[in-house]
């Protein structure tokens, strides 16, 4: 380990809580037969996290690697976390070597928060004006992490008002058996509606009565109220 991941790993565990890795343990589902099982907390707080990466900035592509294969869940967070700012900030070699590295570490991005603030950031903002292929082939994938990024990756989409691939891909993931599937597909549907529900709600039309009960309450989540007990009941 180099000098900057060693002074990097040391100041993780300076600002470490005992008592919060003990309850990231249970929250973050790393349990045996868990979605999250065999994953390792030293306990940081994100906000905390996030205040190190700014104080890190610079950190090489290599170095940062090294964070992203930790067996440390902070460590990875760390990782990723510097490589949607480096993704910002990079030129276009930059931000394809960034991109490369994401989409090559999936193995690595193993729980829905290092999902969650990274995709969107690094996978959606590199395929926004490309061949979008690498999505739908993680929407097929067995990887339940890889299906998460598909359809996350798409909230970069719909935050500039295209909204094609999540609902397509929405589709595929439709009957997936994951219940973090069926909240991330209800929750990127719940997003199109706060910027097109017509768009939306064509969707639910369509699939609503098929969708899992935790996908579709996420989607309707800020339905009125009247309307939101149609669809829960059947009724549109």
């Given amino acids: 380990m180099n000098n900057m991941v060693s002074r990097i790993s040391k100041g993780l565990r300076e600002i470490a809580e005992p008592d919060r890795a003990a309850k990231h343990q249970k929250f973050f589902k790393t349990g045996e037969g868990e979605y999250g099982e065999g994953d390792k907390f030293i306990g940081v707080r994100v906000p905390l996290i996030r205040k190190l990466v700014r104080e890190f900035q610079g950190l090489s592509l290599e170095e940062t690697k090294t964070l992203l294969f930790s067996l440390w869940h902070e460590e990875r967070l760390f990782a990723l976390l510097m490589m949607r700012d480096s993704f910002k ?59 998460r990024i598909a359809v996350i990756s798409t909230q970069y989409f719909i935050r500039r008002n295209n909204f094609a691939d999540t609902l397509r891909i929405a589709g595929i993931l439709l009957e997936d058996r994951e219940d973090l599937i069926h909240k991330a597909v209800g929750w990127m549907l719940r997003d199109v ?17 098929k969708m899992p009960r935790t996908m579709l309450r996420y989607a309707i989540e800020k339905f009125p109220e009247e309307k939101r007990q149609m669809y829960l009941k059947g009724l549109i």
């Fill in 193 to 209: 509606g706060n910027r097109n529900m017509k768009t939306e709600e064509k969707f639910l039309k369509k699939y609503y009565r």
């Fill in 89 to 147: 900030r990079g030129d276009d070699k930059r931000k394809e070597e960034i991109y490369n590295l994401f989409m090559n570490s999936t193995s690595q991005i193993n729980n829905w928060d290092l999902v969650d603030s990274s995709a969107p950031y690094i996978a959606g903002a590199w395929l926004f004006d490309r061949d979008r292929t690498p999505l739908y082939e993680f929407a097929e994938s067995d990887n339940l992490w890889e299906r």
